[in-house]
Structures are given as C-alpha cells and as structure tokens.
C-alpha cells in the first residue's frame, strides 16, 4: 500500500523531474564519465580566455580594487555586520551590481570566466560584499530574466537591475528548504485576472531587506496532468515597495557577517499579472536553471579561501620556527600545506573549466557546475581548516585582537566563518551529491526503470534495452589506450590520465551491476550513491588538473614543481577512490539506520544527563532592518541591543 509519505515523494520527485533542464547541444563530461565514456576531448586542451575578455575583466578587477579600498573594511564589515552604504552606492557606480547583465540592457555582460574572476578577487577582499553581488545577480532577478524573461520585462528591469537596485531570489521558507517543491507561499490570480495576491514567508533571503525587487516563487492554481492534480509554482518579480510586503526579521550569522538577509512576509502583496517571468507553473524549472549556472559563484568564493591560505600560509609557515626548524619543515604541517596547495590548484582547474563550458554556450553544464560547487565548497573548507590548524592559537585569534596586540592582523577564524556556509547554501553537499547522483544514472533509469515498474510497452522496452546494453556493456572492458592519443602529454601525466579514463569504466561497471543488484532501492541507498559520486568528483578534479597542467607545462616546460603538485592531488585522489570503491561495496546503510533511529526515538538520552539543557527561548529583539537604510528611508530605526548574560542566546 502507497503511504501518504511516499505520495508527498512521488509528487515533489514529478514536480521536480518537471523542472529539469533539457536542451542542450552539447554532452556534459562528467555525464559521459559516469557512462564509462571518457571524453578527453571535452576537457583538453584546456580552454584559454580570450585576450580581450582577459584584458576586460583584468581591467575590472583593478577598477573593482579601488571601490574596495576605498570604502569597505572588512573587519568592520564582519563587526557591524553591515556594508556601508556608501560602498553599495560606490559599487553600483562601478556597475558591480550589471556585471552579467547584456550591454544592450545596461550591464557590463562580463562573460561567466570575468565574472567568476571578479567574484574571487571580491570574495578574497571581503566575502560578504561578494555575497550580496553574487544574490543580486547570480540568482537574484537579473539571472531568471536573462534565462526566462520577456523582452518588456527585459527591458523594464534589467537596466535598473544594473544600475544598483538590489535584488534576491526568494525560494527557501521555515518549513521548505531542500525540498522546495513542497513551498506554501501562494499566489492567487484576481477575479479580474490583471494581478496575483501574494501571501507567505520566505526565510533567509539573501539581500531580502535591503532589495528593491525579488523573484518569489510561489504555488499557483493545480493543474491536472493524467487525472492526477499537480502543484504549480510560478515565478513572480516582486517590488518591495508593494503595500504588504514586510520584513519580519533581519537573520545574523557565523559569518558573511555583512550581508542583508531575512525572514521575508507578504501579507496580500498585490503583483500584477504580467509580472510572470515564464509561464505559470514554470517557476521551480526557472529557480532549478537559474541556480545551475547560478551556483558558480560558489567555487570562486572557494578558490579565493585557498589563494588567501596560500598567501598567507607561505609566509607563517617559514616565520614561525618551533623546535628548532620553521614549522612548515613538520612532516604534519609539510602536509597540510602542500594539500593545501595541490587542492586549490584543483579547485581553479574545476572553476575555470566550468566557466570556460558556460561561456562556451549550448554545454550541458549542470552536472559540472554541481560537481564544482559541491566539490570547491567542501575542498576549501578543509583547506581553510587547515590553515587554522596550521596558525595555532593565532589562527583562533580575531585579526582585530592580533593587530591590536602588534602583529599581523590575518582574519583566519573569519575565512573559517565566512567559508563554511559555502556546505550549505544553493543546494547542501548532501543535495548536490542526490542530484549529481540522479543525473549520472539518469540514462540506466530511463531505460531500466519502465522495465521494472512495468510502465509503457514491455516488449519495445526490452528490446530497446537489450540493443543499448549488449553494445555499451562490452565497451567497458576495453583496455582505454586504444581509444586515447596521448603521446603528447608528460609521460607522468599520460599515467594519471590512462588511471582516470580505466576508472571511468569500473565505475559505470560499478554502477551498472550496484544497480542490477538494489535496483529501485538504489534510491534509498544514499551512502553507497555519495561513494559513486565522490569517485565521480575525484575524477573530474583529476582530468581538470591534468589538462590546466598541461596548459601549464607548454608556457613553463618541464616545470617539476608543478609536476610534483599534480602527482600530489593525483595520488591523494586515487586514494580517495581507491576508498569509495570500498565503500560502495559494503552496505552499512542498515546498521547506521538502527543506530539512527535508537538516537530519533532518544534511546541515547542516559549520554546526556550532564550538561546544561535548560536554555531559555531567545531573548534578544530581533535586528529589522539595516540601519543605514538604502532603499525605504521611512524604515523604523533598529532596536538597540540589550546586553544579556551569554548563556541567554545560545
Ligand atoms: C546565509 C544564508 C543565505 C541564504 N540565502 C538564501 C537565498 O538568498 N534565497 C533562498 O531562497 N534561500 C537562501 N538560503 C537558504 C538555503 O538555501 C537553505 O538553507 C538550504 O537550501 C538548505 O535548506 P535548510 O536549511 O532548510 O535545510 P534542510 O532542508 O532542513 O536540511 C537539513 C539537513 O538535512 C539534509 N537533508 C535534507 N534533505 C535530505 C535528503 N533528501 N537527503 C540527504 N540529506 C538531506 C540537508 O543536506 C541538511 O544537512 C540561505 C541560507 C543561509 C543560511
């Protein structure tokens, strides 16, 4: 028997498979890896940036650079928790708010590469000055308008877009996030049908309550699809400036300090009708597109968190001089560092390619731009890390205590803070590795799963499978020189490569049998998939690494430094491999699930008795608004704080 449960699934996973992306004109490389189909091809050469794009966006960094200077702090902006008004203002100036934006609607129309180098080097500077550009127009109004927009509204919206009026993408609520085909924001069409009447909350909406316009996602009147009713959520451009539209509070964090963002409420906002972007019903593909590409941002932020531990890595590890040698000399510290290197070498390799595949147009970038960001945010946080590691109690220590007590005020515990919310934001680690994970079986259950479901004409079914099966199969036991020409790269390098293509092959195999043996359970077998798909990861990392060296090594031949660096981040990764492949042989999911549910139903509560559990309900007065407030000058003032005992707010 079906439960209620399984029926919520079975309609979120319909909406969700509604809104996925389909036309491309080109394959995606870590698609065809997950098939045991090694495209080298795809991936190298390594693209290079045009001169003139390079000169643009090196020409808008030393611009961006002075903007910067002049009127942020970064350490002021993680005290205060705000960017001043002036530096928005100075910003938007600079066009920092139309980067993407086409020329012709008033941006600057930075191709993906300029606009992953500009948000690196802000990131680098102050990462929640990144953070609200990055909201504005990665995923905020610009980017679904570009994607999804009519020319009317284009033109309506985008030239003030980039002039400055801030923007945010409002999808996540209190009681949806991961899953957002479940939201409960609603849009109700008027009687006379000119506008939609807008009611719910939206939580953590990055820029939320200092934008002049949002792109809101809220469900519209069902459709019924094959005598089923089928929920549709439908994009709305939202002003801020509609009677109804509240911010109910300003949300603070661990880190990226400085950025606006809240718990949004619109209480009967009324939206006119031709502010759809789409069509209606299209809103959750329009939030899952936008935020394919728009995710990028993420692994710019990354590599900027391991340039900056390198920058500033390099000179500790050599000053700091502990039993008698400087520390960097300490196997353990020796590790730390060099990882830490060969990791950002891979994570700038990823980036790169990634943004090269968008600029390049007609790519199916989705399962790269997943894998980039799932992999940077995650490499850069053990980078960042380590680095604290590696600073000691220093790196413990505010930069603002450090320069107070004379020495060098690096922020390391703020690049801690600041990176950490890479793991969880535009899609958690544990969401991208399901989405990655579906995508790479996507070709097996399309054409296993009407088989074993008994969906559509079994006699054609089979047939069609058992072609496809008895051509590809056999195809994976191929030794993978035969295929390759190779004799150009490093002899070093053509070893990694022949490894990552031979790999390929045994992980479709893998794949193919673990499918054979779980089949429709595979689903539910989330750990045995996030194995597939860190192998799948490590491999793409490898094949971006090994051709940006070999980019590398034609400008500096012969360079074994470099050699060194990528036969470094290749062992680690055949290792980490090596390990995965184990564990998507063993099943532990069963055990982890009885110790799991023991903790659920609190068998584990005897563990806990003492410590301190009885923490009051918060107690301080919610931020409302920013206090320089840039867009609605008639906002109330904030609340002072008071100053309870620090038990009080945990
Ligand atoms: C600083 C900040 C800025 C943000 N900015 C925006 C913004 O601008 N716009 C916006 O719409 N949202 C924004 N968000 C929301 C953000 O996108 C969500 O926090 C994120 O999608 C995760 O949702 P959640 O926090 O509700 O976690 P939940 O969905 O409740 O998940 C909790 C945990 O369970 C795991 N989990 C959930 N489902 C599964 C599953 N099926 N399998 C395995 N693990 C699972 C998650 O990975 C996570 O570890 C922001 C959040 C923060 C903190």
Redesign the pocket.
């Given at each position: 028997m079906t439960s209620s449960h399984d029926r919520e699934k079975e309609r979120a996973m319909d909406l969700a498979e509604d809104s996925r992306e389909t036309e491309w004109t080109y394959p995606s490389f870590i698609e065809e890896l997950f098939r045991g189909n090694f495209r080298w091809d795809l991936l190298h050469p390594f693209p290079e940036q045009s001169p003139e794009d390079k000169r643009a966006g090196d020409e808008y960094i030393s611009k961006i650079r002075r903007v910067l200077e002049a009127y942020i702090d970064p350490c002021e902006v993680d005290r205060s928790g705000e960017i001043p008004e002036e530096a928005i203002l100075a910003l938007a100036e600079a066009g920092a708010f139309g980067l993407k934006i086409p020329r012709e609607y008033g941006g600057l129309g930075m191709s993906q590469t300029n606009y992953n180098r500009i948000m690196e080097f802000v990131a680098s500077y102050c990462t929640s000055t990144a953070v609200c550009l990055s909201?504005h127009q990665s995923?905020g109004v610009p980017q679904p308008l570009k994607l999804f927009g009519s020319e009317e509204q284009k033109k309506k919206y985008l030239p003030r877009l980039a002039r400055g009026a801030i923007s945010?993408?409002?999808?996540?609520e209190p009681q949806v996030?991961?899953?957002p085909a479940k939201m409960r924001t609603k849009a109700e069409l008027s009687e006379d049908g000119a506008y939609y009447i807008l009611n719910g909350e939206?939580l953590?909406?990055?820029n939320g309550p200092c934008a002049e316009i949002l792109v809101v996602m809220a469900l519209t009147a069902p459709k019924i699809v094959k005598g089923k009713e089928r929920p549709q959520v439908t994009a709305f451009i939202v002003e801020s400036s509609e009677p109804g539209f509240e911010v109910v509070h300003r949300c603070s964090?661990m880190g990226?300090r400085g950025i606006a963002?809240g718990l949004l409420r619109f209480n009967n906002v009324k939206v006119p009708a031709e502010n759809i972007i789409g069509q209606p019903g299209q809103g959750l593909k329009i939030a899952l597109t936008t935020l394919n590409t728009g995710r990028l941002t993420m692994p710019a932020t990354a590599v900027a968190v391991g340039k900056m531990c390198m920058h500033f890595g390099q000179k500790w590890v050599n000053e700091r001089v502990q039993w008698g040698a400087p520390i960097g000399k300490h196997q353990p510290v020796a590790r730390m560092i060099s990882e830490m290197a060969a990791d950002t070498f891979a994570m700038d390799s990823v980036n790169i390619l990634a943004c090269e595949m968008v600029d390049q147009g007609g790519v199916d970038v989705r399962l790269e731009a997943a894998v980039a960001k799932y992999y940077c945010s995650e490499t850069a946080w053990r980078i960042v890390d380590d680095f604290l590691q590696v600073r000691g109690g220093r790196g413990y220590e505010t930069a603002e205590s450090l320069g107070t007590r004379g020495e060098e005020p690096i922020p390391t515990e703020r690049m801690l803070r600041d990176a950490r919310?890479a793991r969880?934001?535009?899609g958690?680690s544990?969401?991208m590795r399901?989405f990655i994970a579906r995508e790479a079986l996507d070709a097996h259950v399309r054409r296993i799963m009407p088989l074993m479901t008994g969906k559509g004409p079994r006699g054609q079914l089979l047939w069609d499978a058992v072609k496809f099966y008895a051509r590809w199969y056999p195809k994976l036991w191929l030794p993978s020189a035969i295929s390759l020409n190779l004799r150009h790269l490093s002899p070093r390098n053509q070893d990694h490569v022949l490894y990552v293509a031979r790999t390929s092959r045994k992980l479709a195999r893998t794949l193919f049998h673990t499918m054979a043996k779980y089949r429709q359970k595979l689903e539910r077998e989330?750990l045995i998939l996030q194995a597939f798909v860190d192998i799948g990861t490590d491999l793409f990392a490898m094949a971006a690494s090994l051709s940006r060296a070999e980019y590398e090594l034609k400008t500096h031949p012969g360079d074994e430094n470099l050699q060194e660096l990528v036969d470094l981040f290749c062992t680690n990764a055949r290792r980490r491999i090596q390990d995965n492949f184990r564990k998507a042989k063993q099943h532990r999911g069963q055990a982890i699930s009885r110790v799991a549910d023991a903790f659920m139903e609190g068998k584990y509560r005897w563990m806990i008795d003492d410590v301190y559990t009885d923490f009051p309900p918060a107690s301080r007065p919610a931020r409302m608004t920013r206090p320089v407030e840039l867009k609605r000058p008639e906002s109330p003032e904030p609340p002072a704080e008071e100053h309870e005992s620090p038990v009080a707010n945990p």
């Amino acid at each position: 028997m079906t439960s209620s449960h399984d029926r919520e699934k079975e309609r979120a996973m319909d909406l969700a498979e509604d809104s996925r992306e389909t036309e491309w004109t080109y394959p995606s490389f870590i698609e065809e890896l997950f098939r045991g189909n090694f495209r080298w091809d795809l991936l190298h050469p390594f693209p290079e940036q045009s001169p003139e794009d390079k000169r643009a966006g090196d020409e808008y960094i030393s611009k961006i650079r002075r903007v910067l200077e002049a009127y942020i702090d970064p350490c002021e902006v993680d005290r205060s928790g705000e960017i001043p008004e002036e530096a928005i203002l100075a910003l938007a100036e600079a066009g920092a708010f139309g980067l993407k934006i086409p020329r012709e609607y008033g941006g600057l129309g930075m191709s993906q590469t300029n606009y992953n180098r500009i948000m690196e080097f802000v990131a680098s500077y102050c990462t929640s000055t990144a953070v609200c550009l990055s909201a504005h127009q990665s995923i905020g109004v610009p980017q679904p308008l570009k994607l999804f927009g009519s020319e009317e509204q284009k033109k309506k919206y985008l030239p003030r877009l980039a002039r400055g009026a801030i923007s945010a993408f409002a999808l996540t609520e209190p009681q949806v996030g991961s899953d957002p085909a479940k939201m409960r924001t609603k849009a109700e069409l008027s009687e006379d049908g000119a506008y939609y009447i807008l009611n719910g909350e939206k939580l953590w909406c990055t820029n939320g309550p200092c934008a002049e316009i949002l792109v809101v996602m809220a469900l519209t009147a069902p459709k019924i699809v094959k005598g089923k009713e089928r929920p549709q959520v439908t994009a709305f451009i939202v002003e801020s400036s509609e009677p109804g539209f509240e911010v109910v509070h300003r949300c603070s964090f661990m880190g990226i300090r400085g950025i606006a963002n809240g718990l949004l409420r619109f209480n009967n906002v009324k939206v006119p009708a031709e502010n759809i972007i789409g069509q209606p019903g299209q809103g959750l593909k329009i939030a899952l597109t936008t935020l394919n590409t728009g995710r990028l941002t993420m692994p710019a932020t990354a590599v900027a968190v391991g340039k900056m531990c390198m920058h500033f890595g390099q000179k500790w590890v050599n000053e700091r001089v502990q039993w008698g040698a400087p520390i960097g000399k300490h196997q353990p510290v020796a590790r730390m560092i060099s990882e830490m290197a060969a990791d950002t070498f891979a994570m700038d390799s990823v980036n790169i390619l990634a943004c090269e595949m968008v600029d390049q147009g007609g790519v199916d970038v989705r399962l790269e731009a997943a894998v980039a960001k799932y992999y940077c945010s995650e490499t850069a946080w053990r980078i960042v890390d380590d680095f604290l590691q590696v600073r000691g109690g220093r790196g413990y220590e505010t930069a603002e205590s450090l320069g107070t007590r004379g020495e060098e005020p690096i922020p390391t515990e703020r690049m801690l803070r600041d990176a950490r919310i890479a793991r969880i934001i535009e899609g958690t680690s544990e969401i991208m590795r399901l989405f990655i994970a579906r995508e790479a079986l996507d070709a097996h259950v399309r054409r296993i799963m009407p088989l074993m479901t008994g969906k559509g004409p079994r006699g054609q079914l089979l047939w069609d499978a058992v072609k496809f099966y008895a051509r590809w199969y056999p195809k994976l036991w191929l030794p993978s020189a035969i295929s390759l020409n190779l004799r150009h790269l490093s002899p070093r390098n053509q070893d990694h490569v022949l490894y990552v293509a031979r790999t390929s092959r045994k992980l479709a195999r893998t794949l193919f049998h673990t499918m054979a043996k779980y089949r429709q359970k595979l689903e539910r077998e989330q750990l045995i998939l996030q194995a597939f798909v860190d192998i799948g990861t490590d491999l793409f990392a490898m094949a971006a690494s090994l051709s940006r060296a070999e980019y590398e090594l034609k400008t500096h031949p012969g360079d074994e430094n470099l050699q060194e660096l990528v036969d470094l981040f290749c062992t680690n990764a055949r290792r980490r491999i090596q390990d995965n492949f184990r564990k998507a042989k063993q099943h532990r999911g069963q055990a982890i699930s009885r110790v799991a549910d023991a903790f659920m139903e609190g068998k584990y509560r005897w563990m806990i008795d003492d410590v301190y559990t009885d923490f009051p309900p918060a107690s301080r007065p919610a931020r409302m608004t920013r206090p320089v407030e840039l867009k609605r000058p008639e906002s109330p003032e904030p609340p002072a704080e008071e100053h309870e005992s620090p038990v009080a707010n945990p």
